[in-house]
């Protein structure tokens, strides 16, 4: 298939920009960053094409669907979202060290989806639906979101503790501000949020549609609201005295871990509704 | 003792708790922290279940606690419940002070106000107050929003506004929550949840109820025609389909084929495509026909059980065979005729002109197996679901107006100076997104200043 020709080339796109971006961030070369910026475009530009592709075979097939279900194409969706959601944090605050936070999420995914089966499957009576496209497609921009963040949140909790020490040398004197990492933690959020309970809420649509409830409290739907209820304690946090800074950062990362969780422990480590996961 | 928190009354310090953010934030965390255990420990199993896995004083102490199904727990709810009375007296304290400052904003930039403001600058004109003041108020209508204009001893003070709606996307959010819950409420007290199978062929008016056993009358009746299953070549199953319909007072007033995520609604009723098996063993179908190949009709043979044939005699079918001799499936028959010996042979399926060869006056040919499936639907009536749409639908607005607008004031003062020429002042605010905001100043800053008579 070459749909999957194109996703092992955009791994190993990945992986060189990861690698570029953090040969960057250890010589200190900024020039050795902007050619990862130009993979990265790269890699965004393949696994487009590798998507729009893997739609057209899946029609080839007689199949015709789109390419959002199951764990393969998540993970590739996922992967594509991060990419383009990273290229515009790095465009827009025209800093590059955020790359090497950033990118390996997108590159680790793509490994783990290397390995799983990517032949393209007929859809079983309970995914043929329209509410799977508006179900995925926001649950994935927002876990998207999620991914910047947290690595972002990383990025502040090695700066803040440097900038406690007040020291501005080494590697992580190269990052962005804290004041200005904690904006990205936060703006990655606010992007997230609201797709994620988008997302939630198709699913509940969805659910209510196919079985006549639309929340069960099945291990899948509880783990999207852990998700939820962890990032609007990061949004309270973030406005209140005691809590912004360190305390949000870390909310972030416990957000994605969660996110992470929801997304593929649950189909791997608990049972459930939920289609893709090995199962 | 001067101190405030030892003056406040018991009744403030209650307020203060339930008003206060930190809390909203712990019951978030611990709402988290706690749902994860349902995930964990499997919930809503037979009991049987349970002490497979848990040693008994584990199981009684986990029972006791309601973690089999602690979604639904004391705990549980008393938790949401907290949650919900946090979210609400946060909405009324805060709700009215938000909406007195919407209401009557500061349409005047004194100094105070110009004090707290990042973003000003000033700057000086010859003219007059009026002739100047009019200038503006066009500049700001056109490049941010129509100005409201008050003027004071010697002074002349514009104010301008947008996305004022910013500040009401928290509570809309806030109120979202509390929608959802009162939906989810009234689905549990005025709906129910059942599931039930129905025989092809076969009618039910009446659907157990989920958790208690209860039966729920539908005050119409359901019957199913026909239920079948499609697969894929590769053998995965396609479609459910149960051909299904409404009946009231033994008339059919709703026929609708139904398929998983397609379900069939009558009067707030819901019935969807949830399972399937075979209900009862299987028949034998056997068409006969006379010597000269005229047919006579169809039977269906249940395992041993006689069936007469006019004229002819009785057949039974004793056994089936899925691959008879390597000649694929075959079903073997005996028939008896008034006072013959019985005749026994075997009939192929794929070879339906096999029994002319017994050259009897009647010949049967195996048609293969067929079973009859029963469909198994969920039902569900929910006179909530409407509220709950309702409030996901607020969730979604109220998210992006308080995330994505924001609310972005401009003033500008105008006083004679002692020079004779008018002194102006420029001032903005937004509260949130400062940095888009401070380009948006930059550029009305422009604007305005290069404003000529």
């Known amino acids: 298939m070459s749909n999957v020709i194109l996703f092992n080339l955009t791994t190993v796109l990945f992986g060189v920009a990861s690698a570029l971006y953090l040969g960057a961030l250890y010589a200190k070369n900024d020039k050795i960053s902007g050619v990862g910026t130009w993979v990265c475009v790269l890699a965004a530009v393949v696994s487009t094409a590798a998507l729009g592709v893997r739609w057209y075979e899946s029609y080839q097939m007689g199949i015709g669907r789109i390419p959002v279900t199951n764990l393969y194409e998540s993970l590739v969706f996922f992967a594509w979202a991060v990419n383009l959601f990273y290229l515009i944090v790095e465009r827009k605050y025209r800093n590059r060290t955020f790359g090497a936070f950033v990118m390996p999420i997108a590159f680790f995914t793509m490994l783990f989806a290397v390995y799983n089966d990517s032949s393209i499957q007929p859809l079983v009576p309970a995914l043929q639906s329209y509410w799977l496209h508006a179900h995925v497609i926001t649950c994935f921009v927002g876990y998207a979101a999620f991914a910047v963040s947290a690595g972002v949140a990383l990025m502040y909790l090695l700066k803040s503790k440097q900038e406690a020490a007040k020291i501005n040398t080494g590697v992580v004197g190269l990052l962005p501000a804290c004041k200005v990492l904690d904006d990205i933690v936060y703006r990655a959020i606010i992007w997230g949020f609201p797709f994620l309970t988008a997302g939630i809420i198709t699913g509940a649509a969805w659910a209510n549609y196919a079985w006549g409830t639309y929340w069960s409290w099945d291990p899948k739907e509880t783990w999207s609201l852990i998700v939820w209820l962890v990032y609007a304690a990061f949004l309270h946090a973030r406005v209140t005295r005691g809590w912004h800074g360190k305390r949000a950062a870390i909310l972030s990362i416990v957000g994605f871990l969660a996110t992470i969780m929801c997304y593929l422990g649950v189909n791997l480590v608990l049972s459930g509704l939920h289609s893709y996961g090995g199962g | ?453």
């Open chain 2, 1 to 453: 003792m001067a101190d405030e928190k030892r003056t406040l009354s018991p009744m403030d310090r209650v307020w203060n708790f339930f008003t206060s953010v930190k809390l909203a934030i712990v019951t978030l965390i611990v709402l988290a922290a706690t749902s994860i255990l349902g995930t964990i420990i499997e919930q809503n199993q037979p009991p049987e279940k349970y002490h497979q896995v848990y040693e008994d004083w584990a199981f009684a102490i986990l029972d006791r606690l309601n973690m089999f199904d602690m979604y639904h727990s004391m705990w549980f709810l008393l938790m949401l419940v907290l949650f919900t009375v946090n979210l609400s007296c946060c909405t009324i304290d805060r709700f009215p002070r938000m909406l007195k400052v919407v209401r009557n904003p500061r349409t005047k930039l004194d100094e105070n106000l110009e004090k707290t403001l990042s973003l000003s600058d000033r700057w000086k004109k010859k003219g007059t107050l009026s002739e100047w003041a009019g200038k503006y108020a066009e500049t700001l209508s056109a490049s941010f929003a129509k100005p409201t204009v008050t003027g004071t001893d010697g002074q002349v003070h514009l104010y301008a506004e947008t996305g004022v709606a910013s500040r009401f996307g928290v509570y809309v959010t806030h109120l979202s929550i509390i929608i959802i819950f009162i939906g989810a409420i009234i689905g549990n007290v005025a709906g129910f949840k059942g599931y039930v199978n129905i025989p092809e062929g076969e009618s039910i008016a009446k659907v157990p109820v989920r958790g208690g056993g209860l039966m729920q009358d539908l005050g119409f009746t359901v019957r199913c025609n026909a239920f079948s299953l499609e697969t894929y070549p590769s053998g995965q199953p396609k479609a459910y389909k149960s051909d299904l319909s409404v009946l009231e007072g033994g008339r059919e007033v709703l026929r609708k084929t139904i398929v998983v995520n397609d379900p069939l609604q009558y009067k707030g009723i819901w019935f969807y495509q949830s399972s399937y098996g075979q209900a009862g063993g299987a028949t034998a179908q056997v068409t006969v026909s006379r010597k000269d190949g005229t047919p006579t009709g169809a039977i269906a043979l249940a395992p041993n059980e006689p069936v007469p044939i006019d004229g002819y005699g009785i057949v039974r079918g004793v056994n089936y065979d899925q691959n008879f001799q390597g000649n694929g499936p075959a079903l073997h028959v005996v028939v008896e005729k008034p006072g013959k010996p019985s005749a026994s042979f075997w009939l192929l399926q794929a070879r339906p002109d096999l029994d002319r060869q017994r050259n009897d006056s009647v010949i049967f040919s195996f048609g293969g197996l067929s079973s009859k499936m029963f469909t198994g639907l969920q039902v569900a009536k929910d006179p909530g679901v409407n509220i709950v749409w309702l409030g996901c639908a607020l969730m979604v607005i109220g998210l992006i107006m308080a995330f994505f607008l924001s609310h972005q004031r401009v003033w500008v003062r105008l006083a004679q100076g002692t020079d004779g020429r008018v002194e102006v002042v420029l001032a903005g605010a937004a509260s949130r997104n400062r940095l888009a905001f401070e380009k948006r100043f930059e550029k009305l800053q422009t604007g305005v200043k290069a404003v000529e008579k």
